[in-house]
């Protein structure tokens, strides 16, 4: 058994991850960050963390004491620019879920996510870790983007198999992706019946694609009227075929399945799971190919992947805590 913190419990992120501990057979909630709400019982945040199947949820601390408080593992739900101010523990593996720590190059934050790093000289003590691509071996690990990981699990396994100019990536995101904080944009007044695009050419996600490619990619986000749920669609034009590659990459991994054809990945199936369906199609109008990935933004774009890649630097079950199939309708 494992005692885990949460700083940041109180957004989106931070919620799912706090339930996943709750439901993780290694894992004991030790502490709960929240500057608005430290000194205050957990069930203010959700009066179902009165009834967690026996597990004790205790009194919110300050984000500052949670990330001092001696957990084996604390997970960081903060915004980015706060989480990079933090000073990590001196023991324990801490899991980062925000973009503090993405980027390997320190003036890409000022370019992308509009503030200069407090800490550029730290930041290769971080390590990015996608399961299934690159799983995490050491302390300090940097959760992937939502939008990075549907990207980059449909396209890092074909990387040589791709011309890598003119990588295009249509990508489709619920609003919970934009975190907990109001903005004019999540209104539901501007959400509901519409579909628009956003961070047109500036998207922080975009340096975070192109750093674990290894070539510059055309993103373009957009959001959805859905809570949750995330979608990608990658044009590509191949040098080979390209399922036999997926297939193979995804052979071993109990959480991302390559869909036969004639199957179409759908929000629906990944929707509160921590799995991701990816597709491939040929064009034969242009003889480029279609690469698809459906995941959650909060489960495998997110506390599910945080809790994936604590499991793997535990060395517990992959899967243990996290959740592999939505409800079937």
Same mark, same amino acid.
């Given at each position: 058994m494992a005692y885990a913190t949460v700083v940041g419990a109180t957004?989106?992120?931070g919620q799912e991850t706090l339930d996943r501990i709750l439901a993780h057979p290694e894992l004991e909630l030790h502490a709960v960050g929240s500057d608005s709400l430290a000194g205050r019982s957990a069930a203010e945040l959700d009066p179902r963390l009165n009834r967690n199947g026996g597990k004790r949820v205790p009194h919110f601390v300050t984000n500052e004491a949670a990330l001092a408080s001696g957990a084996d593992v604390v997970f960081v739900c903060l915004d980015? !620019?706060?989480a990079s101010l933090l000073e990590p523990p001196s023991r324990g593996i801490v899991i980062d879920l925000s973009g503090a720590h993405r980027l390997q190059d320190p003036a890409g934050y000022e370019r992308w996510y509009g503030f200069e790093h407090p800490?550029?000289?730290?930041?290769? $003590?971080? &390590?990015?870790?996608?399961? !299934?691509?690159?799983?995490?071996q050491g302390?300090?690990?940097?959760?992937?983007?939502?939008?990075?990981?549907?990207?980059?699990?449909?396209?890092?396994?074909? $990387?040589?198999?791709? &011309?890598p100019g003119g990588v295009v990536i249509d990508a489709k995101s619920g609003m919970t992706g934009a975190g907990r904080t109001l903005k004019a944009s999540s209104h539901a007044g501007f959400v509901? &019946?519409?579909?628009?695009?956003?961070?047109?050419? $500036?998207?922080q996600h975009a340096p975070e694609i192109e750093q674990q490619l290894g070539f510059?990619?055309?993103f373009v986000p957009h959001l959805l009227p859905v809570r949750r749920g995330l979608i990608a669609t990658c044009y590509v034009q191949p040098k080979t075929e390209l399922r036999p590659l997926l297939e193979e990459a995804y052979a071993d991994s109990p959480l991302v399945d390559v869909l036969p &054809?004639?199957? +179409?990945? !759908?929000?629906?199936?990944?929707?509160?799971? +921590?799995?991701? !369906?990816?597709?491939?199609? +040929? +064009?034969?109008?242009?003889?480029r190919a279609?690469?698809?990935?459906?995941?959650?933004?909060?489960?495998?774009?997110?506390?599910?992947q945080a809790i994936q890649n604590a499991n793997l630097a535990f060395g517990w079950s992959e899967t243990a805590g996290l959740r592999h199939a939505g409800v079937f309708v």
């Open positions: 957004g989106y992120s980015h !620019e706060r800490k550029p000289g730290e930041l290769d $003590r971080w &390590e990015y870790a996608l399961p !299934e691509l690159f799983p995490p302390r300090l690990i940097s959760n992937p983007g939502c939008y990075a990981t549907a990207a980059l699990l449909a396209l890092h396994p074909l $990387r040589d198999a791709i &011309e509901l &019946e519409n579909v628009s695009p956003y961070k047109v050419g $500036r998207h510059p990619v055309c &054809e004639g199957i +179409d990945p !759908e929000l629906s199936r990944v929707h509160g799971t +921590d799995t991701a !369906e990816i597709a491939v199609y +040929d +064009d034969l109008s242009t003889g279609v690469v698809i990935c459906a995941i959650d933004n909060l489960g495998k774009g997110a506390a599910g």
